[in-house]
C-alpha cells in the first residue's frame, strides 16, 4: 500500500514537473514571439541595382597618415566631423558621369543572395548595425559589420567598416562618410551603401540602439575581456583580464581616438564584448533573465530575421557563427575641405566583392 503511494506521489510529481516545464516553455515562446513581432521591420522592396565601382575624381586634399592595420604603431588622427552630414558640400562626379563595370554576378544571382531559405541553409550576407540615437535626432551609425555564412562551404567571414569610410551615397550621387547614410535614409539606405560600396547583395540586417546595450549587458551581470591596451575613456581600463558593466563595456567599445589603430582597434573590442555577451546568454543561469532580456531587446534592436529564421540560425547555423573570421578594408586616411575621410581604393573594393561573392558561392 505504502508502496502503491510512493509510486503514485512520484508520478503525479513527475506530471506537475512537466506541466510546469510545458507553462513555462510556452510562456517564453510566447515573450520571444511578441519580442520578435516588435523587433521586426522588414526592409523595403527593391530591384537589384548593379553597384558602380567607379574611377574616383582626383581631389585637393592633404593626407594624414594611413590608418590601417598594418601601421599599428602610427599616430592616431585627429578626426572631425561634421555638426550634421551635408553631402552637397562634397565637389565629385555624379552617378551618371562615373564609367560603368561589367557586373560580377547577374540580376538571377543577386536575389537569390537577397532572399535566402535558412532552413534550406542557403548562404547570406547579414548587416550589424550599432547606432547612437538620441531624442529628436536619428542618430548615425556608430558600428557596421558586414557578416557573410555559406554553411556548404563551412565559412563565416566578417569586414568592419570604418564609420569614416568614403564612399558614394545612392540617394545623392555625392560622397560622404558611410555612416552618414543612417542620417539620411535610417536603415534602408545604410544597407543600400554598404552594398554599394562592395557590391554584395544583402539579405538581412539588425540594428541595435548603443545606449539600450548598457541594459542588457548589465542585465547578464557584466561581461568579462582581456584588455591588449592601457587606456582611459570615462574609465580607466588597465591592460589584462577585467570584468566590465554596462556603462564601462560601452566606453570601452566606444574609444578610438587614444588607439593607433582607430577603429580597427575599437571594432576588436566590440567583437570580443559581443562574443562575451552572446556566451552569458547561453548559460543556464541566463534563463531565468530571458522575460527581461526579451523586453531589452525589444525595445533596442530592430532587424528584418523572422522568428523562424532566428531560429534556423541557431539550430543550423550557430556553429560558424561561433568561428568567424574576419576581413580587414585597407585604405588611407584623408583631409578633404577640412574634413577626415577613410579612403578605399576601386581595387580594394573590387577585392573584398571577388572574397565575399567567393564565400557566398556566387561566382564561377
Given amino acids: 500500500m505504502k508502496r502503491a503511494l510512493v509510486i503514485k506521489i512520484a508520478v503525479f510529481s513527475l506530471l506537475s514537473l512537466l506541466v510546469i516545464a510545458l507553462l513555462s516553455g510556452g510562456y517564453v515562446w510566447y515573450t520571444m ?49 561634421d555638426a550634421e552630414p ?15 563595370r561589367e557586373l560580377a554576378i547577374d540580376n538571377k544571382t543577386a536575389e537569390r543572395l537577397r532572399h535566402p531559405s535558412l532552413k ?21 551609425s556608430d558600428t557596421m559589420i558586414l557578416l557573410t555564412i555559406n554553411p556548404k562551404k563551412n565559412s563565416a567571414i566578417a569586414i568592419s567598416i ?9 540617394n545623392t550621387g555625392k560622397y560622404d562618410k558611410i555612416n552618414h547614410a543612417y542620417a539620411f535614409g535610417g536603415t534602408s539606405l545604410s544597407v543600400d551603401s554598404v552594398e554599394q560600396l562592395f557590391g554584395v547583395p544583402i539579405a538581412f540586417y539588425m540594428k541595435t540602439n548603443m545606449e539600450g546595450y548598457v541594459k542588457i549587458v548589465d542585465l547578464l551581470g557584466g561581461v568579462d575581456v582581456t584588455n591588449n591596451r592601457d587606456f582611459t ?18 566606453a570601452y567599445i566606444r574609444m578610438r581616438k587614444e588607439d593607433p589603430q582607430g577603429d580597427f582597434g575599437r ?10 555577451a552572446v556566451d552569458r546568454v547561453t548559460e543556464l543561469n541566463s534563463i531565468a533573465k530571458l522575460p527581461k532580456l526579451m523586453s531589452h531587446l525589444a525595445t533596442n534592436i530592430r532587424t ?36 577626415y575621410y577613410y579612403s578605399v581604393s576601386t581595387k580594394e573594393r573590387q577585392r573584398i566583392q571577388t572574397e565575399l561573392l567567393s564565400r557566398l558561392g556566387a561566382t564561377s
Fill in 33 to 81: 514571439d511578441k519580442t520578435m513581432d516588435a523587433m521586426y521591420e522588414p526592409l523595403p522592396s527593391k530591384a537589384w541595382v548593379a553597384p558602380l565601382f567607379e574611377n574616383e575624381p582626383a581631389s585637393q586634399m592633404q593626407s594624414t597618415p594611413p590608418q590601417t592595420e598594418s601601421t599599428p604603431n602610427s599616430a592616431p588622427v585627429q578626426i572631425t566631423h
Fill in 86 to 100: 551635408s553631402p552637397s558640400r562634397l565637389t565629385n562626379a555624379s552617378i551618371e558621369e562615373q564609367p560603368k
Fill in 120 to 140: 534550406k541553409k542557403e548562404p547570406f550576407s547579414l548587416l550589424l548595425l550599432g547606432v547612437d540615437e538620441r531624442a529628436g535626432d536619428r542618430g548615425r
Fill in 162 to 170: 570604418p564609420r569614416d569610410t568614403k564612399t558614394l551615397m545612392p
Fill in 233 to 250: 575613456s570615462v574609465y580607466h581600463f588597465p591592460k589584462g583580464a577585467q570584468h566590465l558593466d554596462g556603462d564601462q563595456a560601452l
Fill in 267 to 276: 571594432t576588436e573590442r566590440q567583437r570580443a564584448v559581443l562574443s562575451n
Fill in 304 to 339: 528584418n530575421l523572422t522568428m523562424q529564421n532566428m531560429l534556423d540560425l541557431a539550430l543550423e547555423y550557430r556553429p560558424l557563427i561561433q568561428n568567424v573570421e574576419t576581413l580587414s578594408l585597407k585604405g588611407i586616411g584623408e583631409t578633404t575641405n577640412g574634413i
